[in-house]
């Protein structure tokens, strides 16, 4: 079986009309903000499912179903198999992967990074936004599959972001790999997520932009590294 994890229902869409065969599973989080506690998986979820339900008015149950119990699917993955993470370059998307990567720490299957190509230093934030179906396949067609020091870097990088251990994600941004492309200014935006958005956010209503409108693509342009969508800026904006 050959599995394709997605970021996210936009690109799912697209990926529909590319023929590519396999399993979809669809990313529906950004762990990239909110609590990360819990000593099991269900008691993680449960965090989750909160944290959604206080920061956007999500349903816990419906949260449970088409969130956890999507990524849950790769708990079932075989040793057999093949799983292509399709993920961008910002922190948003990396933290996603990072956690996909530690679900599958007990499987022995085939790993491999789906990204961007061709990107320009631009646009190395913008990930598959403005990608066709036949760009999607170029993608798939380039593919690099994770080495077994790989994966333990990546579940490490999710371990040490849950505990906000900037020293080790320091360390690790000095790991280099095919892999993990951009990873020296993710885990620096690792190091800083909880102080420099909102600071940025802070700057960008003192300078006049006092809307989501006109102050999101402000942010994107000086904070692309973090990935964030518009939810995320507004939440930071209610919280100056």
Wanted: aromatic share 12%.
């Amino acid at each position: 079986m050959t599995y394709h994890v997605l970021p996210g229902d936009a690109v799912a869409d697209d990926f529909q009309k590319t023929g590519i065969e396999g399993a979809v599973i669809v990313c529906r989080e950004s762990f990239v903000t909110g609590d990360l506690d819990g000593e099991t998986l269900d008691e993680f979820w449960e965090t989750r499912a909160n944290h959604v339900d206080i920061s956007y008015g999500a349903d816990p149950i419906e949260y449970r179903e088409a969130v956890a119990g999507e990524l849950e699917r790769l708990l079932d993955v075989n040793s057999d198999d093949e799983v292509n993470l399709w993920f961008e370059f910002e922190l948003f998307c990396s933290v996603n992967m990072w956690f996909c990567l530690d679900l599958l720490r007990g499987s022995d299957a085939k790993v491999f990074r789906v990204m961007p190509i061709e990107t320009s230093p631009d646009d190395v934030w913008a990930g598959f936004g403005n990608y066709q179906p036949e760009d999607l396949v170029k993608c798939l067609d380039a593919r690099v599959q994770f080495s077994q020091e790989d994966l333990r870097a990546g579940r490490d990088l999710w371990k040490a972001f849950r505990e906000r251990d900037s020293e080790t994600i320091n360390r690790l941004s000095e790991y280099r790999s095919p892999c993990f492309p951009f990873l020296k200014e993710v885990c620096t935006a690792a190091v800083e997520i909880d102080s420099q958005p909102i600071e940025i956010v802070r700057e960008l209503k003192t300078s006049g932009f006092k809307d989501i409108e006109g102050l999101f693509p402000e942010f994107r342009k000086r904070a692309g590294v973090y990935g964030f969508g518009d939810s995320q800026v507004e939440s930071l904006m209610n919280r100056v």
